[in-house]
C-alpha cells in the first residue's frame, strides 16, 4: 500500500479517493480485463508479422522505459537527468549521420513528426509553399498538405524504383519551399540519389530534407559492412535536415523519431516563447513528452553500440538474402533487388494472396501503388520464420494461379 501522509488524510474526499486509487484488488481485475484485449493483437514473438518495420524492442529498451516514464522533457529543469540523456542520445545520432557540430536533434513521436517538423522548418525559412517529393514519398506529406496549407509536387521514379533526378529540376521554382529525398522508401526500401538532389538544392539555395526513418539506423551500417548504398546524410552538403526513428530499426520502444537539423540557428524560427514551464523557448511541435522512450533508446544505443547495430543489420540482410532465394525458388519474381531488408514480390492480384495469407494468420501488406506485397525482414524475423512461411506463400499463389 502506498503510505498516505496525514495531512491528505484529514481532508476526508482526498481519503476516500486515495483508498480508491491503491486498491489492489481493483487494479488486478482491471489488469485481467487489459490482458484480453491484449491477447487479441498479434505479437512479434509469434514469428507471423512479416510486414511491420516495428519490431520487439530489445529486452533493455523495456527496463529503461519503465525507469523514466514519469519524467516529464517538456519541462526540463525538473527532470535535468532525463534532459542529459537526451543530450546524449543526440550526440549518437549526430554521430551515426555525420552531423556537424554546429547541428541540433527534436526528438519527438515519429517519422510523421519528423517530416512535419522539417516542413513547417522549410516553410518559416523560405516563406514558400511548395514541396517536391518522389512519387513513393510516405503518407504523412499529404497530412503535411493539408495541415499546413503546403502544395506537393510529385516527382515520377525511374526504374531502378528511385526518384527521376532530371525531373526535379524542371519543378523547380521561385516557390519551392523543399525538396525531399528518401533513404529507405516504405515501400521498398530504396535509397534516392541524395548526392545529385543534396548537389541541385546546394545550387538552387533549397531547403533539402531526407526522410530517413526506416533507412536511418540500416545504410550507416551497411556501408561499415561494405554494402553500396547511396550516400544519404550530413556529409552531402546540401542536406539540412534528415529524420529517423529509433521505433523502426533503431530496435527501441514506440514512440522515438527524431529529426537532426544541420543548422541550429534556423531552429528559432519553428520555437515558441514557453510559459509555464521551466524552459523560456520550446522548440517543435510537441509539449509534455515522456522521458521514458528517449531513455529506453538511448539504453540500447549504449548496449549495442555501433558493433551492435552492425551486426543486427548483417542478420537482417542475411535473413532477407535467404527470403528472395526462396521466393525466386517457387516461380515468383521481386520487383527490385532490396537495397535493404525489404522485398516487394510481385503479384498479378496481391489483395487475394493477402487476403489468403492473413487466414493463415500471416501479416504482411499490400503496396497497391506498384502491385506486389512487402516483406518487412526485422530484426524479429528469422530464417526459421521464412521456412515456415515459403510452404504456405507457395500454396496460396498455386491456387491463386500466380504460379
Ligand atoms: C515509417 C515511415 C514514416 C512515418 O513514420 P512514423 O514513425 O510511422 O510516424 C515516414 N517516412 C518513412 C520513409 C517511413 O518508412
Redesign the pocket.
Known amino acids: 500500500m502506498v503510505k498516505i501522509q496525514k495531512s491528505f488524510l484529514n481532508q476526508p474526499h482526498v481519503d476516500i479517493e486515495m483508498k480508491d486509487l491503491t486498491n489492489l484488488e481493483k487494479q488486478k481485475n482491471i489488469l485481467n480485463k487489459l490482458k484480453i484485449y491484449r491477447k487479441q493483437d498479434f505479437s512479434y514473438k509469434s514469428g507471423k508479422i512479416l510486414g511491420s518495420?516495428c519490431t520487439q524492442p530489445h529486452p533493455i529498451a523495456k527496463k529503461a522505459y519503465m525507469n523514466f516514464m514519469e519524467t516529464n522533457l517538456g519541462d526540463p529543469a525538473l527532470f535535468p537527468g532525463s534532459k542529459k540523456i537526451e543530450e546524449k542520445y543526440i550526440d549518437f545520432l549526430k554521430k551515426i549521420l555525420n552531423a556537424p557540430k554546429k547541428s541540433m536533434g527534436i526528438i519527438g513521436?515519429?517519422?510523421?513528426?519528423g517530416?512535419i517538423t522539417a516542413m513547417w522548418l522549410a516553410k518559416k525559412i523560405s516563406d514558400k509553399n511548395e514541396i517536391i517529393v518522389p512519387e513513393n514519398v510516405?503518407f504523412?506529406f499529404e497530412k503535411i498538405a493539408s495541415m499546413m496549407n503546403m502544395k506537393i509536387l510529385t516527382i515520377n521514379l525511374n526504374d531502378k524504383y528511385v526518384v527521376d533526378i532530371k525531373n526535379i529540376k524542371e519543378k523547380i521554382s521561385e516557390k519551392t519551399a523543399a525538396v525531399v529525398g528518401?533513404a529507405?522508401?516504405?515501400e521498398l526500401g530504396t535509397v534516392d540519389d541524395i548526392y545529385s538532389l543534396s548537389k541541385i538544392c546546394k545550387k538552387n539555395n533549397i531547403f533539402l530534407h531526407v526522410?530517413a526513418?526506416?533507412g536511418g539506423f540500416v545504410i550507416p551500417f551497411l556501408k561499415k559492412l561494405g554494402y553500396r548504398v547511396n550516400d544519404f546524410d550530413f556529409k552531402l552538403k546540401g542536406v539540412d535536415s534528415v529524420s529517423l526513428?529509433a521505433?523502426?530499426m533503431g530496435y527501441s520502444a514506440i514512440p522515438l523519431?527524431t529529426l537532426v537539423v544541420r543548422n541550429k540557428t534556423i531552429s528559432d524560427s519553428i520555437s515558441v516563447e514557453s510559459h509555464c514551464v521551466s524552459t523560456k523557448k520550446q522548440v517543435g511541435i510537441l509539449g509534455t513528452r515522456s522521458g521514458g522512450p528517449v531513455a529506453a533508446a538511448y539504453a540500447v544505443s549504449e548496449f549495442l553500440g555501433e558493433n551492435g547495430y552492425k551486426n543486427l543489420v548483417q542478420k537482417c540482410m542475411n535473413v532477407t538474402d535467404y527470403a528472395v532465394k526462396r521466393i525466386e525458388d517457387i516461380g515468383l519474381n521481386i520487383i527490385v533487388k532490396p537495397t535493404m531488408n525489404v522485398i516487394g514480390i510481385k503479384l498479378d492480384n496481391p489483395s487475394k494472396v493477402v487476403k489468403k495469407l492473413t487466414d493463415l494468420k500471416w501479416k504482411v501488406n499490400e503496396m497497391e501503388r506498384i502491385s506486389c506485397i512487402r516483406l518487412v525482414l526485422m530484426p524479429h524475423v528469422s530464417k526459421n520464420t521464412i521456412n515456415s512461411f515459403i510452404p504456405d506463400l507457395k500454396k496460396v499463389c498455386k491456387r491463386l494461379g500466380e504460379i
Open positions: 518495420m513521436s515519429g517519422g510523421t513528426e517530416n510516405h504523412s528518401i529507405g522508401s516504405t526522410d526513418a526506416f526513428d521505433h523502426k523519431g
